[in-house]
């Protein structure tokens, strides 16, 4: 079952899925979507609501979502997935990181949260900009805190405030990772864009701590681990301060822990 939602503002579109998708549905629903923003030179910005009841799509309908092709799909300005089913949020992650015909920003979403997600639908382009990271010259450590899906220019921004400071001091002494909830990255060339920065600068840097209370910072600690050179420890969100003096020192000091290192200024 593939229905269109109603009463969503523009530029956003939304479609409702449960049951089995079928190749009409694909057909008559989705292509005309489509069509429609290619022939008016438009993008718009899609909302996915898949229930309980959803069991995937047929063999027809796989086929007809092939046809739609590259160029209809990159239509999606952004697109967020409302969904409790965690076979459905396990395969939409996976396919906004690693699939060529999804390089839109692509945020999941629970039930719960739909009207969150039809608020970030809304945002404009600027709330993307902030940013996202801050250079402790004093203390010679990287200090990471993305609020909205990383983009490629923020790994650029990064790389070109960071390389300088490398090529007259040749190593950074730690990096910092603080995040509440790790937002993701905001297509796959984003994605690519940073793995090409860690790989170009894990020898540069010796430590990096990931201050955050999100469940996702013990997976990202563990792959860090086995797959890059530094040394890593993880810390709570509210013990900044002590994330940082570990990165700078590798000596944990659990007296700083009010938001900032013990010999910063204030």
């Known amino acids: 079952m593939l229905e269109p939602i109603a009463g969503l503002p523009e530029p956003l579109k939304g479609l409702h899925l449960g049951g089995t998708l079928s190749p009409n549905e694909v057909e008559?629903?989705?292509?005309?979507?489509?069509?429609?923003?290619?022939?008016?030179?438009?993008?718009?910005?899609?909302?996915?609501?898949?229930?309980?009841?959803?069991?995937?799509?047929?063999?027809g309908a796989f086929w007809e979502e092939l046809k739609l092709g590259v160029h209809h799909l990159r239509r999606i300005e952004r697109a967020a997935v409302v969904s409790d089913v965690d076979w459905v949020r396990a395969g939409v992650l996976a396919k906004s990181l690693f699939s060529p015909l999804f390089d839109c920003p692509i945020r999941l979403f629970h039930e719960s949260e739909r009207e969150e997600a039809i608020a970030w639908l809304g945002e404009t382009n600027e709330h993307l900009g902030q940013p996202v990271f801050r250079l402790?010259?004093?203390?010679?450590?990287?200090?990471?805190?993305?609020?909205?899906?990383?983009?490629?220019?923020?790994?650029?921004?990064?790389?070109?405030?960071?390389?300088?400071?490398?090529?007259?001091?040749?190593v950074l002494r730690?990096?910092?990772?603080?995040?509440?909830?790790?937002?993701?990255?905001?297509?796959?060339?984003?994605?690519?864009?940073?793995?090409?920065?860690?790989?170009?600068?894990?020898?540069?840097?010796?430590?990096?701590?990931?201050?955050s209370d999100s469940h996702i910072a013990n997976i990202v600690e563990n792959f860090a681990r086995q797959f890059l050179s530094a040394e890593v420890k993880r810390f709570e969100f509210d013990e900044y301060g002590r994330a940082v003096e570990w990165a700078v020192h590798g000596v944990d000091t659990p007296a700083a822990s009010d938001g900032r290192p013990a010999y910063a200024p204030s």
């Open 28 to 59: 008559f629903v989705m292509r005309p979507l489509f069509e429609r923003a290619r022939t008016e030179g438009k993008r718009f910005r899609l909302l996915v609501e898949v229930d309980a009841s959803y069991r995937g799509v047929s063999a």
């Open 174 to 211: 730690g990096l910092v990772v603080r995040v509440h909830k790790f937002p993701g990255w905001e297509s796959l060339g984003a994605l690519v864009k940073h793995f090409e920065f860690v790989r170009d600068h894990q020898r540069q840097v010796p430590r990096i701590a990931f201050a």
């Open 136 to 170: 402790l010259k004093d203390e010679g450590v990287l200090v990471l805190e993305p609020k909205a899906p990383l983009r490629k220019e923020d790994i650029e921004a990064i790389a070109a405030a960071v390389d300088p400071w490398l090529e007259s001091h040749g």
